[in-house]
């Protein structure tokens, strides 16, 4: 049982390098989101998706994009690395976007901008 | 702006104390969610509760929502190395999930 399975674990850049982080879910799960967590500030939404084809903004989505073109992956894009953009990102899935449906997580990219 | 607050924001305590850790906001929420989060891992849901003044049990775990719905408790009795973890609620409203902070919590053996 994979579940939501994220690439990689763990990642150093350069200020001002791109990269993409990576999500996938095997559950056929229609809501899709990723998250940042740091220090003593919780989870906070950066990007969600309610299906393929459609992806709108959450909470904090400057310098991030995403896209998604198949039910199972959900790509979050770094467009120019900045250090304050250093911290845990998490992929999440549940059946739909409901409030009450249970979030399935991945283990998260550890990432460092120097 | 919805906000939850967690309290306490880290508890260390001895294997067998019981402890409780608290959810609050000024906002009515329509579910309310408990994660705990193991390090180097993503948060896993414990219960999610939905009506006010409910009650649930998981094994030495209880949960509780306010009969408000506005704040929740978690109660862990006897508690055991195993439950250390970071400890996160996560409210629902109008399709959004607003999350705490969390509660670190430590079981020393």
């Known amino acids: 049982n994979a579940g939501v399975t994220q690439t990689p674990k763990f990642q150093v850049l350069k200020t001002g390098q791109s990269m993409t982080l990576q999500c996938a879910q095997d559950m056929n799960h229609e809501y899709m989101s990723w998250y940042r967590q740091d220090p003593g500030m919780g989870l906070r939404l950066i990007h969600y998706s309610v299906g393929a084809g459609i992806t709108d903004q959450g909470e904090v989505p400057n310098g991030y994009n995403v896209s998604r073109s198949t039910t199972e992956d959900f790509p979050l894009r770094l467009l120019s690395a900045a250090p304050s953009q250093t911290s845990v990102y998490f992929c999440?899935?549940?059946?739909?976007?409901?409030?009450?449906?249970?979030?399935?997580f991945g283990d998260g990219t550890r990432l460092s901008i120097l | 702006t919805q906000l939850l607050e967690q309290s306490p924001q880290f508890l260390s305590i001895q294997e067998g104390e019981n402890l409780t850790v608290y959810c609050n906001s000024s906002?009515?929420?329509?579910?309310l969610q408990w994660y705990r989060q193991e390090p180097g891992e993503g948060p896993v849901l414990l219960v999610t509760v939905v009506t006010g003044g409910e009650v649930k049990k998981l094994k030495r775990l209880t949960f509780q929502f306010g009969d408000a719905r506005k704040d929740s408790s978690l109660h862990i009795t006897a508690a055991q190395p195993g439950d250390t973890g970071l400890y996160l609620c996560?409210?629902?409203?109008?399709?959004?999930?607003?999350w705490g902070a969390g509660t670190k919590l430590i079981i020393k053996p």
């Open positions: 999440a899935s549940s059946y739909s976007r409901g409030a009450g449906q249970p979030q399935h």
């Open positions: 996560a409210g629902g409203s109008n399709y959004q999930l607003i």
């Open positions: 906002s009515v929420f329509s579910s």
